[in-house]
């Protein structure tokens, strides 16, 4: 194997080669997308996430478990009434 | 290392200032892009890992340390979106074809033929450099593209200073051999397109 050039101009020559930056397009789309994200991340759309909170994890287990309830009730009432 | 002048960006971003995310994205945009295609070798794979940085930068911008060494930060998670697409191409066969084809790119480019001398020079490192393996090109672009000191490069990459030095010098070693071999190739071919034209001088 050959021995890079101790005076690093492999090193200089990799420093000189130009930048290659994204399609003009593509560039846009990120940026939009990633600015987007960052509105959200700092709280632009915390009232959205909120709500979504509020009924993922209070309101529709409370509406689910509350109709589990009044099923049972009535089913124990069904049978107590047709046991009697 | 860290540029003081940067403390506003930092600040900007840690604080959801708009302006300041479109200036780093303005500042940094080629140089991860440059760093993922070359260290990719493909453009489409270079594009989708070029989005993850960025969002990956929105969505950590309110958790961002104070003191926090911007391009060391995104050049970091470039390159760890970057050994992520590796590790899970190697257990999806589709993906593996595309690996096999990392650096296809560079010799996508113009022919050196139509190229100044310089310009020829750079095309010959930008394809020798994606003739190397993975672990060695991300070293040569992060210290010789981009410029780290080595002590950063080698907390970017995870690994000791010690391990980094040997890396290098590894990379700049295979470097030297795969652009050695490309010269050879070069030489040869413009010999033989040299031969018919002195056939036909000749007569």
């Given at each position: 194997?050959?021995?890079?050039?101790?005076?690093?101009?492999?090193?200089?020559?990799?420093?000189?080669?130009?930048?290659?930056?994204?399609?003009?397009?593509?560039?846009?789309?990120?940026?939009?997308?990633?600015?987007?994200?960052?509105?959200?991340?700092?709280?632009?759309?915390?009232?959205?996430?909120?709500?979504?909170?509020?009924?993922?994890?209070?309101?529709?287990?409370?509406?689910?478990?509350g109709a589990v309830g009044v099923y049972l009730t009535w089913a124990v009432r069904a049978a107590s009434a047709l046991y009697h | 290392?860290?540029?003081?002048?940067?403390?506003?960006?930092?600040?900007?971003?840690?604080?959801?200032?708009?302006?300041?995310?479109?200036?780093?994205?303005?500042?940094?945009?080629?140089?991860?892009?440059?760093?993922?295609?070359?260290?990719?070798?493909?453009?489409?794979?270079?594009?989708?890992?070029?989005?993850?940085?960025?969002?990956?930068l929105a969505r950590s911008a309110p958790r961002l340390r104070e003191d926090t060494d911007l391009a060391a930060w995104l050049f970091t998670v470039a390159r760890n979106e970057h050994v992520s697409y590796r590790r899970w191409s190697m257990l999806d066969v589709s993906r593996l074809v595309a690996l096999g084809d990392e650096g296809s790119y560079a010799s996508h480019e113009r022919a050196p033929d139509a190229l100044t001398d310089d310009a020829r020079a750079m095309h010959r490192l930008e394809r020798a450099l994606a003739a190397l393996p993975a672990a060695s090109?991300?070293?040569?672009?992060?210290?010789?593209?981009?410029?780290?000191?080595?002590?950063?490069?080698?907390?970017?990459?995870g690994v000791r200073?010690?391990?980094?030095?040997?890396?290098?010098?590894?990379?700049?070693?295979?470097?030297?051999?795969?652009?050695?071999?490309?010269e050879k190739t070069e030489t040869k071919k413009a010999a033989r397109a040299a031969a018919p034209e002195t056939i036909r001088g000749a007569r």
């Open positions: 194997m050959s021995e890079p050039d101790d005076k690093g101009h492999d090193l200089d020559a990799l420093r000189a080669l130009p930048p290659r930056d994204a399609d003009p397009e593509h560039a846009a789309l990120v940026r939009a997308r990633a600015l987007a994200a960052f509105d959200v991340a700092h709280g632009g759309d915390m009232w959205l996430a909120r709500a979504t909170a509020l009924w993922s994890r209070v309101l529709l287990p409370t509406v689910l478990a | 290392m860290r540029d003081p002048a940067e403390q506003p960006l930092i600040d900007g971003l840690r604080r959801g200032d708009r302006a300041a995310f479109a200036t780093a994205y303005d500042r940094y945009r080629a140089r991860i892009h440059g760093f993922l295609l070359r260290l990719s070798g493909r453009r489409d794979v270079a594009e989708d890992l070029f989005q993850e940085v960025w969002l990956k090109r991300e070293v040569l672009l992060l210290v010789g593209v981009e410029g780290f000191d080595q002590e950063q490069a080698a907390a970017m990459l200073y010690d391990a980094l030095r040997q890396r290098l010098a590894r990379a700049r070693a295979q470097l030297a051999v795969a652009l050695e071999k490309l």
